[in-house]
């Protein structure tokens, strides 16, 4: 299975964006994800987590910004980004427990 996150673009300081994680409805239930990003020059990190009962924990460094979220009817993951700065560019990837990692999608921020 290959996970694919998507969502990501360029968009201007302050701005929002919606990413999406979707899998297949047995994993959906069963494992718990997280989100990780990686920037230009440094090592990937966590973001935001969520397990199969919905509960969820957020990052210090984007806590009141952003917000993780699961949607059984769709399979779907998201992480919402409000308020985005420049040092929010990275490479966003989602990481669900028993799956290798997939592509990642690109957010630029621009100031």
């Known amino acids: 299975v290959q996970l694919q996150a998507s969502g990501g673009g360029l968009v201007q300081s302050g701005e929002s964006l919606k990413l999406s994680c979707v899998v297949s409805?047995?994993?959906?239930?069963?494992?718990?994800m997280a989100w990780y990003r990686r920037a230009p020059g440094k090592g990937r990190e966590s973001v935001a987590a969520i397990d199969n009962n919905g509960r969820s924990r957020i990052a210090s460094f984007v806590k009141g910004r952003f917000t993780v979220s699961r949607d059984g009817a769709k399979n779907t993951v998201y992480l919402q980004m409000n308020n985005l700065t420049p040092e929010d560019t990275a490479i966003y990837y989602c990481?669900?427990?028993?799956?290798?990692w997939g592509q990642g999608t690109l957010v630029t921020v621009s100031s």
């Open positions: 409805g047995s994993i959906f239930s069963s494992d718990s």
């Open positions: 990481k669900f427990s028993s799956l290798d």
